[in-house]
């Protein structure tokens, strides 16, 4: 029961984030400008540190360097390919972004979909223990804000009202409590350690082919080497978490 209160805790806290994106009616353009693509980096860092540092380490410690479990590392990664072919979505991380009305109902969609398996690798990372969910949290939240703050952004591009963007962006969030709760009902009946790699190579995918594209060619030398600093701290959060909290 603890188990299950701390995954509905963190994943319903995971979709409040939504409602960042009142950031961007009380900061100026230019701010935000200038705070974003840091933010980008930074949850790039963390993100491939939560692959590389947590959910690959458990899933070797649980079933040990298998062919299956490197199968569902290239599964998960390959899933988020194929999210972004068929559905012509990416994060955006630009405030206002470039994507114009017809894509903010498929942004929606594909926003709903990814939140859902947020769910399934936040869940399954709670059920290996309290600490190994936590930093899997912690990875997913420090990606959840430039990603909101550019899909309210994608939203309010398109033409759609600030308040109404809102809404509907947290309802696409909510997506993941449900994701959460299949995989923890699904851990009663089969063993739910394949979510693990599966959940690092979602990670892989949105850090290596959404995340680090938008800040790997700094407009000038400071520019990137403040992204690559950031970049570097996301990853030494998720370390200085892992000694921190053992798992």
Not at 8 to 28: D, N, P
Not at 70 to 95: A, D, P, R
Not at 148 to 163: M, Q, R, S, T, V
């Amino acid at each position: 029961m603890d188990t299950l209160l701390w995954i509905i805790g963190s994943t319903f806290a995971m979709s409040m984030m939504a409602w960042v994106g009142l950031i961007v009616l009380f900061l100026r353009e230019e701010l935000l400008k200038k705070i974003l693509l840091p933010l980008v980096a930074f949850s790039a860092g963390a993100l491939l540190g939560g692959a590389f540092l947590h959910l690959i380490p458990e899933a070797m410690v649980k079933v040990g360097p298998r062919l299956d479990m490197f199968l569902w590392l290239l599964f998960g990664f390959t899933i988020f390919f194929l999210l972004e072919q068929f559905l012509h979505w990416h994060h955006c991380h630009k405030v206002p972004c470039e994507h114009k009305k017809p894509v903010t109902y498929l942004i929606l969609i594909a926003d709903g979909v990814h939140n859902f398996i947020g769910g399934l690798a936040i869940a399954s990372s709670f059920m290996v223990s309290v600490p190994v969910g936590i930093t899997t949290w912690i990875a997913c939240a420090v990606h959840e804000i430039p990603q909101e703050l550019g899909d309210f952004g994608i939203l309010i591009h398109g033409g759609w009202k600030k308040y109404r963007a809102l809404v509907f962006n947290f309802f696409s969030a909510l997506t993941i409590i449900p994701g959460a709760l299949l995989a923890y009902f699904l851990s009663n009946s089969m063993d739910i350690t394949f979510l693990l790699p599966f959940a690092a190579g979602n990670f892989i995918y949105i850090a290596s082919s959404d995340l680090i594209p938008e800040v790997k060619h700094g407009e000038s030398l400071k520019t990137g080497l403040l992204h690559f600093f950031a970049f570097v701290a996301g990853i030494m959060l998720i370390l200085v978490v892992r000694l921190v909290f053992g798992g």
